[in-house]
Nanobody, 122 residues
Framework: QVQLVESGGGSVQAGGSLRLSCAAS????????MGWFRQIPGKEREGVAN???????WYRDSVKGRFTISKDNAKNTLYLQMNNLLPEDTAMYYC????????????????RGQGTQVTVSS
């Protein structure tokens, strides 16, 4: 079992930045993958960024060059730096983790937090 707690969401204007954090209750170095997904009410969850135990990183195309995912195993914390935010980035953002292969963070990860809201106004 692992508990994940997100923080750092908020309301910003387009072009602004936010840094999301996800504090894990146990060793993040043991995860096969961790990542962020987002959801708008009435729409399907979509993966945003993943980071794997072998340091591979995946981003969805719409956030490439604007978002950066990172993980600090010493602090058991996952981050998502979001720059040049757009109104279409508005969503509830969730942290997720999987300790075994394959990496299944969307749509139903083994572990996820309660989410943090990101709202971007134009």
């Amino acid at each position: 079992q692992v508990q994940l707690v997100e923080s750092g969401g908020g309301s910003v204007q387009a072009g602004g930045s936010l840094r999301l954090s996800c504090a894990a209750s146990r060793d993040t170095y043991r995860t096969y993958c961790m990542g962020w997904f987002r959801q708008i009410p009435g729409k399907e969850r979509e993966g945003v960024a993943n980071i794997y135990s072998d340091r591979r990183i995946w981003y969805r195309d719409s956030v490439k060059g604007r978002f950066t995912i990172s993980k600090d195993n010493a602090k058991n914390t996952l981050y998502l730096q979001m720059n040049n935010l757009l109104p279409e980035d508005t969503a509830m953002y969730y942290c997720a983790a999987d300790f075994s292969r394959p990496c299944t963070l969307v749509p139903n990860p083994p572990y996820r937090g309660q989410g943090t809201q990101v709202t971007v106004s134009s």
